[in-house]
């Protein structure tokens, strides 16, 4: 079988084989309805090869392991931004949104426009998404953000934000006091006022999510302290 012959039910067929109770066991409890193995995925990713059309047709299918393959074989410049703002939309799953915004939004030519737009928009998981794209112009390109602004909003919201808005807004506070130290201060001081994600239990090894302790091992680590 060629790459060119496959279909959505083979590899449908495929997945279906992938399937592991005990990785479905561990996934749900993140919110995620699958049980494939990541590095298998990837591994039939890499034999599909890039495949618009098979990509939009998996993830009609509307199964979780199906449309995060899709994302791993799409052409993320292919999307027009509706069709973006469609998809995160119906994303469901938390890692399909998370996939869908690093791996296809953040490399088309409508990301900014769409960050603008998913910043003020009344879903929580929809805002959380330009909450990401924001942090992601904070460490690449912070030129023409207002990020005493940003400051602002999360200050006055994150406390109070659903679980993935409130994730997505902490990360863009710890990386604002990360990669901006005229605002480091205030993002410290932010973090150390709301607390959110303090008590986040960690892994040995693993630098915790509460902005505070996450800027301060950062920044330790950037300059060699």
Request: aromatic share 4%.
């Amino acid at each position: 079988m060629t790459v060119a012959e496959v279909t959505v039910a083979e590899v449908m067929a495929e997945l279906a084989a992938l399937e592991d109770p005990k990785i479905r066991a561990v996934n749900a409890r993140h919110g995620d309805d699958h049980g494939v193995n990541l590095g298998a995925l990837r591994a039939l990713a890499k034999r599909l090869k890039t495949q618009q059309e098979l990509a939009r047709r998996l993830w009609e299918t509307g199964d979780t392991a199906a449309r995060l393959l899709a994302l791993l074989i799409c052409r993320p410049k292919a999307f027009e931004r509706d069709e973006l703002d469609a998809l995160v939309r119906e994303a469901g799953a938390p890692k399909v949104h998370d996939w869908l915004v690093n791996y296809v939004v953040k490399k088309s030519p409508h990301a900014e426009e769409l960050r603008q737009a998913w910043l003020a928009d009344p879903d929580p998981v929809v805002a959380s998404a330009g909450w990401a794209l924001t942090t992601e112009r904070v460490a690449k390109k912070p030129a023409g953000l207002d990020l005493a602004g940003l400051l602002d909003v999360i200050e006055a919201e994150m406390k109070g934000a659903p679980d993935r808005l409130q994730w997505a807004m902490n990360h863009c506070l710890a990386q604002i006091g990360i990669e901006h130290p005229g605002h480091r201060a205030r993002a410290v001081g932010i973090g150390e006022r709301l607390e959110v994600l303090k008590d986040y239990p960690v892994s040995p090894g693993c630098t915790s999510p509460y902005a505070p302790v996450w800027i301060e091992e950062m920044v330790r680590r950037r300059d060699g302290a």
